[in-house]
């Protein structure tokens, strides 16, 4: 079992920064494929970025160049280091655990995206970006 928490979320204007935290308690952490997942009222919940045990990531086309995705297993930490913030970048990020299934290629084919794919999942934290 593996509890999720995030932290990090906050208030900024456009061109701003923030670093999201996802701190991960449980054993076999390093195991576990992890990824950022966003979310606005009446919308799917949307895949932002994923980090494989590898090290491997992939991300939504509107944040590549802006957000970077890294983990620290020595932590049980998962980070999402946004840049050039946009007001579209605004909602509840949420990080999620996937137990490992498929291999790399498949996760990056886009399986990733996929919230059903996940087995656990952090309560979220609010990210507002102001133009």
């Known amino acids: 079992q593996v509890h999720l928490v995030e932290s990090g979320g906050g208030s900024v204007q456009a061109g701003g920064s923030l670093r999201l935290s996802c701190v991960a308690s449980?054993?076999?952490?390093?195991?576990?494929?992890m990824s950022w997942f966003r979310e606005v009222p009446e919308a799917e919940r949307e895949g932002v970025a994923t980090?494989?045990?590898?090290?491997?990531?992939s991300y939504l086309d509107s944040v590549k160049g802006r957000f970077t995705v890294s983990r620290d297993n020595a932590k049980n930490t998962l980070y999402l280091q946004m840049e050039n913030l946009r007001p579209e970048d605004t909602a509840m990020y949420y990080c999620?655990?996937?137990?490992?299934?498929?291999?790399?290629?498949?996760?990056?084919?886009?399986?990733?995206?996929?919230?059903?794919?996940?087995?656990?999942w952090g309560q979220g934290t609010q990210v507002t970006v102001s133009s």
């Open positions: 999620a655990a996937a137990r490992p299934r498929g291999g790399v290629a498949w996760w990056h084919g886009g399986n990733w995206r996929r919230p059903t794919n996940y087995n656990h």
């Open positions: 449980g054993n076999d952490y390093n195991r576990y494929s």
């Open positions: 980090i494989e045990t590898d090290g491997s990531t």
